[in-house]
Each structure stands twice: as structure tokens, then as C-alpha cells.
């Protein structure tokens, strides 16, 4: 069966030792259905000729910004309309660094800024070139974005160093490539409601009691389970942060409008991951007007106990498979023990917070409390660790109910 026929997608090749796996990268497109056109940068035609992409992909291949023979001599506008995706493999460093400024210098970068369509980068580069903190944070920006970000790989590179670096090989891109566009991934057809980033419990109408969670961790998660063809609902936080391409997004501000909006969602639901940093307590009193300061030294704040979202979806007659997270300043694991039992939560992911770890853009390592015991994912990035977290779970849902049963469903 041909996984991607009908499907156009427009391969950006750049300048890295991996733009040579694009030849068989384009075979297996095709062999799959899909119509491909490449656009390749300057420094990838130093790798592979044009010639053998046009071959292969039965193409003109294009090079140039101002191709005056293009349609109308605006192709990169016209490319940009055609795709239906756009794939950039191997991206490089510099790769990375121009998407995320939204340059236009070049055919690649300028169709990458005028499309609609989704895009998805496979980086490859050096392992210390991949840990730069330069590089991280243009991953961190195209990820805001809503970029898809298919490895890299861990391994032996070009280079000679062993590392994470190495470009996923075609094979697997293609898979990636399956479960992006026709959500026929391994959670095909899964509901999953998840909770990301803080609430804000006010006090007034200007001032609130939050946290510092940006987002990123359940927003990672939300689109690893998209990518794997999942129905998603990412019930979010105020975080200032772009949605993950196919995923419905509930926004609220309050615990109590974040239990409302699962509840209303839940039922049918197979998948519950609650990554929130939900506050346990809220003011007792919401002033109608602002609080003014009065001559008194100290002011006490009285707080009630907000309801707990994850014990209660946990308790329904109907619960899903629930997920929890844990964060701690120590004893991460212990504690996540405790609280997987006291909520009665099928898994619990501990990880450590405080002293600038674990909140925003920073690597992190989980480890995943269940009563068959533990397993520690990282340290990696957090979209990295979402695809582990995600492959984990499809195994855990696969284990209660088998594809097939989920299939006939
Ligand atoms: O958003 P980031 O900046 O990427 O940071 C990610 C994170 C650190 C916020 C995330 O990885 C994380 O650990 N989230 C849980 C934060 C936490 O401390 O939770 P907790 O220990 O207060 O609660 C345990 C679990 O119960 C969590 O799954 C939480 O979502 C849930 N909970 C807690 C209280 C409440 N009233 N309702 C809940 O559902």
C-alpha cells in the first residue's frame, strides 16, 4: 500500500555529509506515493549532484532564488503553495540558525517563510555543534513554532566522534513522515487528554498566585503524541507558546477551569498525561477591585485547597491510562512513589526542579514510577523525551488492550 500517495512534499537538502542518504530518502517517497520536489542549498550540491535528485524524484530540481525560468520568476512562492509538507534533511547547524531568524537569502530558507504548510527538520551536525547552546535554542525556537523535529540520531558520525548528531535514516524519516501526515502512527485512532503548563489563581483583577512552568514539557508531549496519530486535546495554561500542529487546544487560567475543561473532554478518552503545575491552593477571596496596600508591616493571605484534576479523572469509573508528573526539589523518586499511590495513578514521572533545572527550556531525565517498578528516560531534550515518554506508553496501552481489540474499537 502506497502510505503517501496523493501527498507533495517539497525536501529542502542542505550542506552536510547526510544529504547523500537523500537519494534513497526520495526512492522510498516515491515508492510510498508521494509526488517530491527538492530544493537543494548551495553547499548540499557539493555533496550530491542535483542530477541524481532529479532522477530520482523525476524533478526538476531547484537551486536558485531568482530563477528567472520558474513560474512567473517566483518559485519559491509557488513551491511554498505546492507543498503539502516540507521536509528539510540533513539540516544542518547553519540550517537551524537561519530558519529560526526567518531568513531569506535562499531558495530553501525563503520557501520555508512563505509556506503554510507544516515543516519538520532532521538535523544532523557534530554532537558538540548539536549541544551548543546556540543550536538548542534555535531547536527551542522552531519547536515554539510548531517545527517538527525528527532526531537527530545517537552514534558513530562522520566526523569520527561518537554522539548524538547523526541524521535519522531515511527508512525512519519516512515512518515519521507517515504518522505526521496521515495520523496512521502507532497511536492511531487514541484519544489523549493532557494538561500543560501553570494556573493562575487570582486575587484581584491584577494580580494572581502562579508558577513557573512554561509549557514546554506537556506541549513536547502533545505533539510526540499527534506525530504518533493521536486524537489530541492539550488543555493549556497561561503560556505564551504557539499549538502543536494537530492538536485541539483548550485554553483556561484557574485549576478549577482545568478540571472543568478534562472533565467536559475525558469520557472516551484512553490517555490521560497531566504535566500541569496545577497550584494546590487558590485565594480564598477574589477581590472585585485591587487590593490597596495599608500601613501594616505584614499581610496574611488566607488560601482554600484547589480540587485535585489527576485524582479525580484517576477515580472514574472510566479512567484512562493516568499519568503523572512530579516535580521536587529532592527525593524526586521517593516522593513520586508516594504521590502515584496517594492518587492512584498508574505511572508518575519524577523529575527534579529549582536552581534552574527543570522548568522552560532545559534538559531533563524522568523517571517513570510504575507498580512494576522504574525506568529513567534522559537526560535529554524535552521534545526527545516526550518521544520516548510516548513510545513507553504505547506499549503500556498496548499491554492493556491489544492493537488489534483497539483497531475493532
Ligand atoms: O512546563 P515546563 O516548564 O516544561 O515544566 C515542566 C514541569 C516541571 C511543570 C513538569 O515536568 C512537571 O513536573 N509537572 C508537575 C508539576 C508538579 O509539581 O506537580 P504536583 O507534584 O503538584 O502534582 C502531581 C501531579 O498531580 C501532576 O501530574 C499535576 O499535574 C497533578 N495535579 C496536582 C495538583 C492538582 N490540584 N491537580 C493535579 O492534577
Redesign the pocket.
Known amino acids: 500500500m502506497e502510505r503517501l500517495a496523493g501527498q507533495r512534499i517539497l525536501l529542502g537538502i542542505t550542506g552536510g555529509i547526510a544529504a547523500y542518504k537523500c537519494a534513497e530518502f526520495v526512492r522510498l517517497l516515491r515508492a510510498e506515493g508521494a509526488e517530491v520536489r527538492v530544493v537543494m542549498t548551495a553547499g548540499a550540491c557539493e555533496f550530491i549532484a542535483p542530477l541524481t535528485l532529479q532522477a530520482l524524484s523525476g524533478e526538476r530540481v531547484r537551486t536558485d532564488l531568482l530563477d528567472t525560468d520558474a513560474e512567473a520568476a517566483m518559485g519559491h512562492i509557488e513551491l511554498a503553495r505546492w507543498a503539502d509538507h516540507v521536509v528539510v534533511a540533513p539540516a544542518t547547524a547553519d540550517t537551524l540558525a537561519r530558519l529560526a531568524q526567518g531568513r531569506a537569502d535562499d531558495l530553501l530558507a525563503t520557501v520555508c517563510l512563505a509556506t503554510a504548510a507544516p515543516i519538520a527538520v532532521a538535523p544532523a551536525m557534530n554532537r558538540v555543534m548539536w549541544d551548543h547552546p546556540a543550536t538548542r535554542a534555535n531547536i527551542a525556537t522552531l519547536e515554539d513554532r510548531g517545527t517538527a523535529i525528527l532526531g537527530p540520531e545517537q552514534g558513530d558520525q562522520a566526523c569520527g566522534e561518537t554522539g548524538a548528531g547523526r541524521m535519522r535514516e531515511p527508512a525512519m524519516l519516512v515512518e515519521d513522515l507517515v504518522g505526521l501526515l496521515t495520523g496512521s502512527g502507532p497511536l492511531a485512532g487514541v484519544r489523549v487528554v493532557i494538561?500543560?503548563?501553570?494556573?493562575r489563581e487570582p486575587l484581584d483583577p491584577v494580580r494572581y498566585l502562579s508558577?513557573?512552568?512554561?509549557?514546554?514539557?506537556?506541549?513536547?508531549i502533545a505533539a510526540a503524541a499527534a506525530r504518533a496519530g493521536a486524537d489530541v486535546t492539550l488543555v493549556a495554561g497561561p503560556?505564551d507558546r504557539p499549538s502543536p500542529p494537530g492538536v485541539e487546544r483548550v485554553d483556561i487560567e484557574s485549576?478549577r477551569e482545568?478540571?472543568a475543561a478534562?472533565e467536559a473532554r475525558i469520557s472516551g478518552s484512553e490517555l490521560f498525561?497531566?504535566?500541569?503545575?496545577?497550584?494546590?491552593y487558590r485565594p480564598v477571596e477574589h477581590a472585585a477591585d485591587k487590593i490597596k496596600k495599608t500601613d501594616e508591616g505584614e499581610r496574611a493571605l488566607r488560601l482554600t485547597?484547589?480540587?485535585?484534576?489527576?485524582?479525580?479523572?484517576a477515580a472514574r469509573a472510566d479512567a484512562p491510562l493516568t499519568?503523572?508528573?512530579?516535580?521536587?526539589t529532592g527525593d524526586v523518586v521517593a516522593?513520586?512513589r508516594s504521590?502515584r499511590e496517594a492518587?492512584g495513578?498508574d505511572l508518575?514521572?519524577?523529575?527534579t526542579?529549582g536552581h534552574g533545572r527543570?522548568?522552560?527550556?532545559?534538559a531533563?531525565t524522568?523517571t517513570v514510577v510504575s507498580a512494576g517498578g522504574e525506568r529513567t528516560l534522559g537526560p535529554a531534550r524535552?521534545d526527545a523525551l516526550a518521544r520516548e515518554l510516548i513510545a513507553l506508553l504505547t506499549d503500556e496501552l498496548d499491554a492493556r488492550c491489544r492493537p488489534a481489540e483497539r483497531l475493532k474499537q
Open positions: 494538561t500543560a503548563g501553570p494556573t508558577n513557573y512552568s512554561s509549557g514546554r514539557m506537556g506541549f513536547a503560556v485549576a482545568m478540571l478534562v498525561i497531566a504535566t500541569a503545575a496545577v497550584a494546590d485547597r484547589n480540587p485535585d484534576i489527576l485524582a479525580t479523572i499519568v503523572g508528573f512530579a516535580a521536587e516522593y513520586a504521590k492518587k495513578v508518575i514521572c519524577a523529575n526542579v527543570g522548568f522552560g527550556d532545559v531533563s524522568l524535552k
